[in-house]
């Protein structure tokens, strides 16, 4: 007999897209990795073939999930956690309870007597820390959250506004309009309009420390600026009164850079800003938190070898205090307090001859390029040790400030020798003297 008479033959294979014309649904492992949704989305094209609104919809909305699938598996390649949409009472109590207990246990090396009691708190301080990142992560993404952000950052604004201000005038009225093209012994020398000359100290500040020179350029050219020439302004060392002042002076340039940074350009002027203002939030709550704990200026006892455990311990510039009067600018040397600004535009013509002019950017071209190439070996010879390249770095522009410093004396007391012969003034010798 031939067996293969009795068999039942074999039913073909069906394809997918056979099975989709005739809406059916199947549960074989091809049909199983298919979601819900994009099975029932697939049906309804079906059923309402001659709809084209509405298969014109449903195709929008199949590319819509392929495209948020995509965007979750990469965000969890990253290693970001998506978030759950959790209320926001529910995720602030959440993290309240977790941070508690992770308080409780110390950390996730926390360790104990009993091994099997350390093993359990570990792997109990993992889950909290998995706990922490889901409702935290959920937290700040809730509609309250973000408004009670923007009402905090709208009072501390307000609490600030007045000695920001006042700040930017301080520095204000010790700096020429046009600190930019006077180097430090000018601005040393040159009488001030109130008949004063400018501390050593302070021109030192103001061309070293060249970040402050923005409080003499107008907001709107800082908006247009090239990223890399924010980036490669000098910021260390800058007081508290600084710091005010500065974002005093930036407090328009930073949202019109937020609202602009999808550009890649103004993103990293963004990126500076941020910068800017976190050191500034960060060095205003420390010393806030020193004033509240030792008493503000005026009332601020130090501790003394009879009273120890009295008063202020810190010494020097580790009390903030005394940090932020390191440089003085309670004085007034009677420069312009307010938005006054240096324009090339309507800048008057130079009085020196186009050769002196070419000379002079000459030897500043040079000078920069020496610089360089002084830090790059300064690098290699301190083999990248950056605190000991500062300290000679420092020591080097010491030496060249020293060597323009009598260069430019030299020639100034020939030309006032030169204008006023042989005579000597008493007015010539106090302004010798001060230089």
């Given at each position: 007999e031939d067996s293969s008479s009795d068999s039942v033959p074999s039913p073909k294979p069906t394809s997918v897209s056979a099975k989709y014309d005739t809406g059916l649904t199947d549960k074989r492992p091809l049909f199983a990795q298919k979601s819900l949704r994009a099975m029932s989305i697939r049906k309804i094209q079906v059923e309402n073939k001659d709809d084209a609104e509405l298969q014109r919809l449903l195709k929008e909305l199949e590319e819509a999930e392929k495209k948020q699938k995509k965007l979750e598996k990469q965000i969890q390649q990253a290693g970001l956690v998506i978030a759950e949409d959790i209320p926001y009472e529910e995720a602030k109590s959440h993290v309240e309870r977790v941070a508690i207990?992770?308080?409780?246990?110390?950390?996730?090396?926390?360790?104990?007597?009993?091994?099997?009691?350390?093993?359990?708190?570990?792997?109990?301080?993992?889950?909290?820390?998995?706990?922490m990142e889901k409702y935290n992560t959920a937290l700040v993404l809730t509609d309250e959250w973000i408004e009670e952000q923007e009402e905090i950052e709208q009072k501390w604004e307000e609490d600030n506004a007045a000695d920001n201000e006042e700040a930017l005038k301080k520095l204000r009225r010790h700096m020429p309009v046009n600190v930019k093209s006077l180097s430090e012994a000018q601005l040393c020398s040159d009488e001030s309009p109130n008949g004063k000359y400018l501390p050593k100290m302070i021109a030192k500040k103001f061309k070293r420390t060249n970040v402050l020179q923005l409080l003499r350029t107008s907001p709107e050219d800082i908006v247009r600026m090239h990223p890399s020439t924010l980036e490669n302004l000098r910021v260390t060392g800058l007081t508290l009164t600084e710091r005010r002042a500065i974002y005093a002076h930036l407090k328009d340039a930073g949202p019109r850079w937020k609202a602009m940074q999808a550009e890649q350009m103004t993103e990293r002027k963004w990126t500076w800003y941020k910068m800017m203002k976190t050191n500034f939030e960060e060095n205003l709550g420390s010393y806030l938190r020193h004033v509240a704990q030792y008493g503000p200026p005026g009332s601020h006892p130090y501790a003394t070898r009879d009273k120890p455990n009295e008063g202020c311990p810190l010494l020097g510039k580790q009390c903030h205090l005394k940090a932020d009067k390191l440089i003085d600018y309670d004085n007034d040397y009677g420069h312009s307090e307010e938005a006054e600004y240096e324009v090339s535009s309507v800048r008057k013509a130079d009085k020196e001859d186009p050769g002196a002019k070419a000379l002079r950017e000459a030897l500043e071209l040079t000078r920069e390029k020496k610089s360089g190439e002084r830090g790059t070996l300064m690098k290699q010879h301190y083999k990248g040790k950056l605190l000991q390249v500062s300290l000679a770095n420092g020591s080097c522009e010491s030496m060249d400030e020293s060597i323009d410093n009598m260069e430019f004396l030299r020639r100034k007391w020939i030309e006032?020798?030169?204008?006023?012969?042989?005579?000597?003034?008493?007015?010539?010798?106090?302004?010798?003297?001060?230089a």
């Open positions: 207990r992770m308080q409780e246990i110390g950390s996730s090396e926390v360790t104990h007597e009993d091994k099997a009691e350390q093993s359990k708190l570990r792997e109990e301080y993992f889950r909290l820390e998995q706990d006032d020798r030169l204008m006023n012969g042989e005579e000597v003034t008493d007015e010539l010798r106090r302004k010798e003297l001060s």
